[in-house]
């Protein structure tokens, strides 16, 4: 018979399962507004699960969030997609650009999010510090491999090429993703996030009356590089109309 004091041997993928379990049970206690000693109880089991290290060398000023990044390892592995991505994190009292890094995975009709990391310092619009980058791809990687064929939906930063009457409101991602639609850049854009951040501008495309303005996109691989192509394609368009003007 088992008492209190005998021991279990569990393996890390116990570990995992059990941690996505306890995740899930808490975030359901939390919605349900019972935050009694079940749920600090399942807190505690947590923390003991995830007192061994994952693994992935973190730089000491980045908050990892074991917890979550456990869970995240279990669920993904059954999901049907997922995605990694920084998200602007803004504190008072800090001066430089910090990041969390957030993941998202779907599974049927559920979506889940996952705060893995926090204070990821930033060295402009969404680009990491070396470091902390390095950690990111860790992250990634070892979320790709448990992921197995689960489909992951890639975050990037793509510069678009907009005239200069396109002003940024309310509705400026579902503008820009109607504007790549009609200049046939692709038929179906990925998701635009945001835009406006900052805005660059070559010569060659000041004088045509356009800036290129950096957008968040998430997609596909094959939908970004489809997006990609075609914002070239529209950019040559755009020299040639400009050329044939003159």
Same mark, same amino acid.
């Given at each position: 018979?088992?008492?209190?004091? =005998? ?21 359901? /206690?939390?919605? +349900?507004?019972?935050? @009694?000693?079940? $749920? ?6 947590? $923390? ?8 992935? %060398?973190?730089?000491?000023?980045? =908050? ?8 995240? /390892? ?11 991505? #920084?998200?602007? +994190? %803004? =504190? ?15 599974? @049927? ?16 619009? &969404? $680009? ?9 791809? &860790?992250?990634?990687? #070892? ?8 489909? #992951? ?6 510069? !678009? %090429? /907009?005239?200069?009457?396109?002003? %940024?409101?309310?509705?400026? =991602?579902?503008?820009?993703? *109607? ?48 997006? *990609? $192509? ?7 368009? !755009? ?8």
């Amino acid at each position: 018979m088992t008492t209190a004091t =005998d021991t279990i041997d569990v393996s890390m993928a116990d570990r995992r399962i059990l941690a996505a379990a306890l995740t899930s049970l808490v975030r359901d /206690l939390e919605r +349900q507004g019972r935050t @009694g000693p079940v $749920k600090e109880h399942a807190d505690r089991l947590m $923390k003991r699960l995830t007192v061994l290290d994952p693994g992935i %060398p973190c730089p000491r000023h980045i =908050d990892f969030n074991q917890f979550e990044y456990l869970g995240l /390892l279990t669920i993904v592995s059954v999901s049907d997609s997922w995605r990694l991505s #920084q998200e602007w +994190q %803004p =504190d008072e009292g800090v001066v430089d650009n910090r990041y969390a890094l957030i993941a998202e995975v779907t599974l @049927g009709d559920d979506d889940w999010r996952f705060e893995v990391a926090r204070n990821l310092r930033g060295t402009g619009f &969404l $680009k990491l510090d070396p470091n902390d980058l390095a950690f990111f791809h &860790l992250i990634e990687e #070892q979320v790709r491999i448990e992921a197995g064929t689960s489909a #992951q939906i890639i975050h990037e930063v793509i510069e !678009i %090429p /907009l005239p200069w009457r396109f002003l %940024p409101d309310e509705e400026v =991602d579902n503008r820009i993703e *109607k504007y790549l639609e009609s200049v046939g850049a692709v038929e179906y854009p990925p998701a635009i996030h945001s835009t406006f951040v900052d805005i660059h501008s070559d010569e060659e495309l000041a004088e045509r009356e356009f800036y290129g303005v950096l957008t968040e996109v998430s997609g596909f691989e094959d939908e970004l590089e489809r997006l *990609k $192509k075609g914002i070239e394609e529209h950019v040559r368009t !755009i020299s040639a109309a400009s050329a044939f003007a003159r």
